[in-house]
Nanobody
């Protein structure tokens, strides 16, 4: 069982920055990729950014140039640096961990609120 645990959410003004962290604990043999999704009220959960074991990154178009995903493999930790935040970035952000057998785990989520 893998348990991702997020931290770093909060309230910030538009134009500000936040950094989210997620540490994956538990028993696992290999992680294929880690990343972040978000879900705003009344909307579907969407991919924000993810990073593979080789360092390949994927970003949603809406966050390109503003968000950066990074990973510390030895710590099984993934980060999301969010700059130039906008009110439309307000959502619950979920960390996800995918093992090499494609089993996916989710964190409990952390709230990010951007005020205008």
């Amino acid at each position: 069982q893998v348990q991702p645990v997020e931290s770093g959410g909060g309230l910030v003004q538009a134009g500000g920055s936040l950094r989210l962290s997620c540490a994956a604990s538990g028993n696992f043999f290999s992680i294929k990729r880690m990343g972040w999704y978000r879900q705003a009220p009344g909307k579907q959960r969407e991919l924000v950014a993810e990073i593979g074991s080789g360092g390949t990154t994927t970003y949603a178009d809406s966050v390109k140039g503003r968000f950066t995903v990074s990973r510390e493999i030895v710590k099984n930790t993934v980060y999301l640096q969010m700059n130039s935040l906008k009110p439309e970035d307000t959502a619950v952000y979920y960390c996800t961990v995918v093992r090499i057998d494609e089993i996916q785990y989710w964190g409990q989520g952390t709230q990010v609120t951007v005020s205008s």
